[in-house]
């Protein structure tokens, strides 16, 4: 992870709470968990094509593995030096442009 070092105890401490939550057994990333809304689902028409399908492909395999009360192999767990945030800029960026959007129909 950027910017924290792998020694220090905040480090520490995000690893723990990391592993001990549920979703990197099913091999998913913090980015698929997020809510679907219409600023999800316009974020995820801007992604490549290839990034949007292996993240319905994490989350349909999760879901099968819930539904089977099973977990993937440890090795096959998401490690969270690995875990990509990979739509929170894009959501960050409609947030702005919906905003700007009201501001500039406020001013008419």
């Given amino acids: 992870m950027a910017g924290v070092s792998s020694r220090s105890l905040a480090y520490r401490i995000q690893r723990f709470a ?3 939550s ?3 057994s099913l091999g998913l990333w913090r980015d698929d968990l997020r809510r679907d809304t219409p600023v999800l689902k ?3 028409s801007r992604l490549p094509r290839t990034d949007v399908e292996g ?3 994490r989350i349909a395999r999760a879901v099968v593995l819930h539904n089977a009360k ?4 440890r090795d096959q767990w ?3 030096d690995d875990d990509k945030l990979y739509i ?3 959501i960050e960026q ?3 442009e919906i905003k700007e959007k009201e501001d500039h129909a406020k001013s008419k």
């Fill in 88 to 90: 929170g800029e894009i």
């Fill in 18 to 20: 990391y592993y001990r």
């Fill in 55 to 57: 993240r319905n492909f």
């Fill in 22 to 24: 549920y979703f990197p």
């Fill in 42 to 44: 316009e974020a995820l």
């Fill in 94 to 96: 409609i947030k702005k």
């Fill in 70 to 73: 099973m977990m993937l192999p």
């Fill in 78 to 80: 998401t490690e969270l």
